[in-house]
């Protein structure tokens, strides 16, 4: 399962953030509001000192996937990293220069640069003409939390009764910070629109309008798309247990230790589910089939029970 959307940065709160890859060229837009800030004082108070509860144990179970979810999130990554472009990445390098170059006092050499970023932008479009965007960088950050369910439900609670006085920058919050999941972002040239903005560079230089010039090199470099796409933890997590609890379940010859094993491994994708679902990963209705579906798994596997294709309909619950 996973979702593709633009995303900003989070906050470090409740959870915490590991940053596991960065092969990314950078860009910075920056957005300024139009209106003077009014925020309430009190309310900015209050919603700054919006406090999370300490963090909490994983399981054993959890930890002991987990290595295989990293290799998982390392294998998405590579895949996309594999896709980038490497001339898109030397053309968004050399508009830096050129930026820099403007910086400096050097418009001529920010000609030379620009001329040479026109004909990578022209080969670029020659060879791919049928892409919109090209992929020039992936960066990977996981963002988890380490709390119980009734510790998730008490802040979701807390947001909740925020909404209710209208304090919406509180609720945003307490909330903000409920995620569980891996997100891979990737860089993007939009090959419709940097090359006109590129081209608009040169005349500018040319009529000594050095800072309008620097400014459609901003312009071009904030034309960089990122996008994100989300693949929640619980999820991954709960498919690798999947994976080994399917290959005990058709053991016939289990040992009392392969049968605890896989006793506490369904358990522990039931609470990945009932996690995911009060995360917001899974509908109520997803949830309820799977947790009723793990429910008869555990009832087959039972007592030693084993057998082949317990698992067929879970797996294709979780549109693996």
């Known amino acids: 399962m996973c979702r593709l959307l633009l995303t900003c940065p989070w906050r470090a709160f409740l959870f915490v953030a590991f940053v596991t890859s960065v092969v990314c060229i950078a860009t910075t837009a920056w957005v300024q509001s139009a209106s003077a800030d009014t925020t309430d004082t009190k309310a900015s108070d209050a919603a700054s000192e919006a406090e999370a509860p300490a963090a909490e144990e994983q399981s054993k179970t959890t930890e002991s996937v987990q290595a295989e979810v990293d290799k998982s999130v390392e294998d998405e990554t590579a895949d996309k990293r594999k896709k980038l472009v490497e001339e898109a990445v030397s053309t968004v390098e050399l508009t830096r220069d050129a930026l820099k170059s403007l910086d400096e006092n050097k418009p001529d050499e920010a000609l030379e640069t620009l001329a040479k970023i026109t004909g990578k932008l022209e080969l670029l479009v020659a060879r791919n003409p049928d892409l919109g965007l090209l992929p020039m960088g992936v960066s990977t950050k996981i963002h988890d939390i380490f709390a119980e369910i009734d510790t998730i439900e008490a802040v979701i609670e807390e947001a909740q009764s925020a909404l209710d006085d209208g304090d919406v920058q509180i609720a945003r919050r307490h909330l903000e910070n409920l995620a569980s999941e891996v997100v891979i972002s990737t860089t993007q040239l939009p090959l419709a629109t940097y090359p006109a903005a590129i081209k608009e560079v040169a005349p500018l230089i040319d009529a ?20 994100d796409a989300i693949y929640p933890l619980p999820d991954l997590r709960a498919q690798k247990m ?21 006793e506490e491994l369904l358990k522990e994708v039931r609470s990945q589910v009932e996690f995911g679902r009060k995360l917001g990963y899974f509908s109520k209705d997803k949830a309820e089939s799977l947790l009723d579906e793990i429910a008869d798994i555990q009832e087959k596997t039972g007592d030693g029970e084993s057998g082949k294709g317990f698992f067929d309909k879970l797996k294709g619950l979780f549109d693996w």
Not at 208 to 227: F, M, P, R, S, Y
Not at 243 to 252: F, P, R
């Open 242 to 262: 999947i994976e080994e609890a399917q290959d005990l379940s058709e053991n016939a010859k289990r040992t009392d230790e392969e049968n605890e094993r896989l």
């Open 208 to 227: 000594g309008k050095i800072d309008e010039a620097k400014q459609q090199l901003q312009t071009a470099l904030n034309l960089l798309v990122v996008t």
